[in-house]
Nanobody
Framework: QVQLVESGGGLVQSGGSLGLSCAASGNIGSPNTMGWYRQAPGKQREAVATMNSGGSTDYADSVKGRSTISRDNAKRTVYLQMSSLKPEDTAVYYC???????????WGQGTQVTVSS
């Protein structure tokens, strides 16, 4: 059973930076994609950034240039570094892992990120 545990959320001022991490326990499978999604109050969950096991990345336009996703496959951990944060970045951030071969997805519990203006 795969579990994803996020850490690093919190309160940050507008213009500040924040780093998130997500550690996976269990075997996600390979190839896979790990990434971050977020959901703001009253809005749908949206993809923020993803990175597959081959190293290819994808970013939402809203965070492109302000965010960097990385992963440590040996530690089964994915990271998200965000800078120049804006109040509209406020959301619950969820870690996601997807086993591309078995077509199984996993979600973390989420971590709150609040950006004050």
């Amino acid at each position: 059973q795969v579990q994803l545990v996020e850490s690093g959320g919190g309160l940050v001022q507008s213009g500040g930076s924040l780093g998130l991490s997500c550690a996976a326990s269990g075997n996600i499978g390979s190839p896979n994609t790990m990434g971050w999604y977020r959901q703001a109050p009253g809005k749908q969950r949206e993809a923020v950034a993803t990175m597959n096991s081959g190293g290819s990345t994808d970013y939402a336009d809203s965070v492109k240039g302000r965010s960097t996703i990385s992963r440590d496959n040996a530690k089964r951990t994915v990271y998200l570094q965000m800078s120049s944060l804006k109040p509209e970045d406020t959301a619950v951030y969820y870690c996601h892992a997807y086993d591309s071969r078995r077509r199984i997805g996993y979600w973390g519990q989420g971590t709150q990120v609040t950006v004050s203006s």
